[in-house]
């Protein structure tokens, strides 16, 4: 069976940082985009960034925007993102996609 797995979410106060990780079945860095997307309580799951093969050229949603860098390594076959100056808006489950898989997801709460 296929395994996304997230880790590394927490509480953190306003304005700190977090890194959170996507470990991925070996080689599928070499074969997919790997997604980061988060739940936000009371909005529709949202893509936060992408990480492209090859190239490892990045995209970022508007709202992480020079706040969070994602970035991987292949040999340890994982995902990395690094979450910055975060905010209570911040707060939601955060989900790793890699073509039609999903992992389980980890809890950011971002309160004081």
């Known amino acids: 069976q296929v395994q996304l797995v997230e880790s590394g979410g927490d509480l953190v106060q306003p304005g700190g940082s977090l890194r959170l990780s996507c470990s991925v079945p070996?080689?599928?860095?070499?074969?997919?985009?790997i997604r980061w997307y988060r739940r936000t309580p009371g909005k529709e799951r949202e893509w936060v960034a992408t990480?492209?093969?090859?190239?490892?050229?990045?995209a970022y949603a508007d709202s992480v925007k020079g706040r969070f860098i994602i970035s991987r390594d292949i040999g340890k076959s994982t995902v990395y993102l690094q979450m910055n100056k975060v905010t209570p808006d911040d707060t939601g489950v955060y989900y790793c996609?890699?073509?039609?898989?999903w992992g389980q997801g980890t809890q950011v709460t971002v309160s004081s």
């Open positions: 070996r080689f599928w860095l070499e074969m997919y985009d």
């Open positions: 990480v492209r093969i090859g190239s490892d050229a990045t």
């Open positions: 996609n890699a073509f039609t898989y």
